[in-house]
């Protein structure tokens, strides 16, 4: 006959006073069925007591072993480790609401559209990016449809074709100063 011990093992007792009368019965009570469960570092652990969430070793793995995946936290795309909400860094930079921000760029201050620009503001851009552009300007160029508005150096809108020394911003969030010299005829 055969009894449980404390660490989920049976113990074959001769005197004939085990509770289970064979060793496959004992086992199945009192052995738990092997079980693993995910450590911090992204490894399958197996647990003696039968309390891991997973039967097999497998379905552990297929978990803890997972692709890449983001979540968005406090505007920014963080990587978790098969357990985010975006299997893609572009889904989740996609969905995730980023602040406006400002870059430098060789034709001006742009907004790259996914929080990584290094100013809060266009203002704080123009600024420090001091970036001069000589253009000849004419109504072409101030015509086309992607100008959303044009301010001179006090940050006055200026309706006209101006000349002189003016700052230009499109609807993609891209500025530029201008200096335009008027032509004499």
């Given at each position: ?6 660490n989920y093992?049976?113990i ?5 006073s085990?509770?289970?009368s064979?060793?496959?019965d004992?086992?199945s009570?009192c052995?738990?069925?092997p079980s693993?469960?995910c450590s ?8 003696d007591?039968?309390?891991?969430i997973?039967s097999s070793?497998e379905?552990?793995?297929s ?9 968005c936290?406090d505007?920014?795309?963080?990587e978790v480790?098969?357990y985010g909400?975006?299997?893609?860094l572009e ?6 609401n980023?602040k406006?921000?400002?870059?430098c ?6 907004n790259?559209g ?5 100013y809060?503001?266009l203002k704080?851009?123009i600024?420090?990016?001091h970036?001069n552009?000589?253009d000849?300007f004419?109504n072409?160029?101030y015509?086309e449809k992607?100008?959303?508005?044009i301010?001179n150096?006090?940050g006055?809108e200026?309706?006209?074709?101006p000349s002189?020394?003016?700052?230009i911003?499109?609807?993609n969030?891209?500025a ?5 010299f008027d032509k004499?005829?």
């Open positions: 006959s055969w009894n449980c011990s404390d093992a049976c074959e007792l001769d005197d004939g085990g509770i289970f064979s060793l496959e004992c086992e009570i052995v738990p069925a693993w469960n911090d570092n992204y490894a399958c652990i197996e647990l007591d039968g309390s891991g997973f070793l379905d552990c793995e978990i803890c072993f997972s692709a890449p995946s983001w979540n936290v505007d920014f795309c963080i480790l098969g909400q975006f299997s893609s889904d989740c930079e996609l969905s995730c980023f406006e921000s400002w870059k760029d060789l034709g001006g201050c742009i790259p996914d929080g990584s620009g290094i809060s503001n704080e851009c600024t420090n990016c970036l552009n000589i000849e004419n072409n160029y015509n992607n100008i959303l508005k301010y150096l006090l006055q200026q309706k006209s074709e002189g020394i003016f700052i911003i499109y609807k969030g891209l530029e100063k201008k200096i335009i004499q005829q």
